[in-house]
């Protein structure tokens, strides 16, 4: 058996930490066999954050505001500064899109990775299987989704969110409208020329990437789009995506569950590495089904997630908020707070003072609607560490 690419394990995340090798990763990042870190699960669902990030790589290197890791890493808190401002508001459009119509459903021939388009098609393939995308890798499909086939960025954006382990409603929202053009309006274009510079060996030559950037620009602010490949009897390969966990041991319904413990530490998907706690102290982990009734997820990353609860939960809750907090109701909790919708809703009524993960920047009072505002603000600071 091939060990995992990403084991879910707070150790695997510093050891991750520790590898990275600021100037390499600056010289190479761009290209997608370059020197990424692989962090993004890890940071999704809380088994290390920004700050240990810093740490471990300040532990080996020079750092400070001009390190190109620590810019990117800005950019995460810049996404996360604007949903703590806005929360549902993420999903609206600051700015029209450039065409005026676009499809609401994913076209089957993209979904199963069939387009005709060497990248996209070898990129989503490795979505599929690996649960993460080269930065690259997304804008690319992300753009040829909006501007060359005309759907609807949300829709691209829901159907990614699902496949990827690091699936942050932040950072992917706000990804595809900036790829999109209506978060800064201005859409993000690319060309075969491009992908031949950041992916050599994937030949797009020839195909409907191969145009100018003028060609391009023309064909976004229009309302023409390319049609669908045809894909009859083509197997169908998109992993199914549900809004239920998948079988697991350790899970039962919070409306089955019995306290035994007059206090507990409670663990959600997105703070997965739980402080150093007493023997008496166990872990309950909660399932909240609203969430992902809307935000349904691939088996990987619910494997993902059970996976690194089971190791430190006595017991793993699925239910509603309602549910979830009648269940617990006399438990003395402690836990980590998220923006997440649904389970804020639950951590704020089950522990009303539970403080989010800690940050590296500031989060400015006043929304930053743009990053180099939000950066310029942040970086009058000293350096954090
Ligand atoms: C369309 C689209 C969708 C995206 N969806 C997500 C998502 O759901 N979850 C997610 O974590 N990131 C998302 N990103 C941002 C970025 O692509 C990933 O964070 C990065 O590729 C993760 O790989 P890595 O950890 O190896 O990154 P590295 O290059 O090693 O970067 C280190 C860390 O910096 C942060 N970071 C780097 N680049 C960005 C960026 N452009 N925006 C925000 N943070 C960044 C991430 O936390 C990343 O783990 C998206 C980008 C695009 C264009």
Not at 2 to 20: I, M, Y
Not at 85 to 94: C, D, M, Q, R, V
Not at 235 to 249: G, L, N, R, W, Y
Request: charged residues 20%; glycine residues 4%; aromatic residues 12%.
């Amino acid at each position: 058996m091939t060990a995992p690419l990403f084991p879910p394990t707070h150790s695997e995340a510093l050891a991750k930490a520790a590898a990275v090798d600021p100037e390499r990763y600056a010289r190479t990042r761009n290209a997608l066999t370059g020197d990424v870190s692989y962090l993004s699960p890890y940071l999704t669902h809380g088994l290390i954050d920004v700050p240990s990030v810093l740490q471990q790589v300040a532990a080996k290197h020079r750092i400070g505001w001009d390190t190109k890791f620590v810019f990117e890493l800005g950019w995460r808190e810049y996404f996360s500064h604007v949903w703590s401002h806005l929360n549902e508001g993420i999903w609206n459009e600051p700015h029209d899109p450039p065409a005026q119509r676009y499809a609401e459903t994913m076209p089957a021939d993209i979904v199963n990775a069939t387009t005709g388009v060497p990248i996209i098609d070898q990129q989503i393939r490795a979505l599929y299987s690996t649960g993460y995308l080269h930065n690259h890798a997304r804008m690319w499909i992300a753009s040829y989704v909006v501007h060359l086939r005309k759907v609807s960025w949300r829709a691209g954006a829901r159907w990614m969110y699902a496949h990827l382990l690091d699936g942050d409603l932040a950072s992917n929202t706000l990804s595809w409208q900036w790829v999109a053009g209506t978060w800064t309006g201005k859409p993000y274009l690319f060309n075969a020329e491009n992908v031949a510079r950041y992916a050599p060996g994937v030949d797009c030559r020839n195909t409907l990437i191969d145009q100018s950037y003028e060609a391009l620009g023309a064909f976004a602010y229009g309302n023409d789009f390319v049609k669908a490949a045809r894909i009859d009897g083509a197997q169908m390969i998109e992993p199914t995506v549900s809004a239920e966990p998948p079988k697991h041991p350790a899970i039962q319904r919070a409306t089955e569950f019995q306290a035994t413990s007059p206090r507990a530490w409670l663990m959600h998907p997105w703070a997965l590495h739980p402080p150093q706690l007493d023997a008496q102290t166990p872990v309950i982990g909660v399932i909240n089904s609203e969430f992902h009734a809307r935000y349904p997820w691939s088996e990987q990353r619910w494997r993902f997630v059970l996976d690194a609860m089971e190791i430190a939960c006595s017991h793993i809750l699925v239910g509603t908020t309602d549910e979830l907090t009648r269940a617990l109701k006399g438990v003395a909790l402690h836990a980590t707070q998220t923006l997440n919708p649904h389970y804020d809703d639950l951590i704020a009524r089950l522990v009303p003072l539970a403080p989010l993960p800690p940050r590296a920047f500031k989060n400015p009072n006043l929304l930053k609607r743009s990053f180099t505002s939000f950066w310029n603000h942040i970086n009058r600071e000293a350096f954090p560490l």
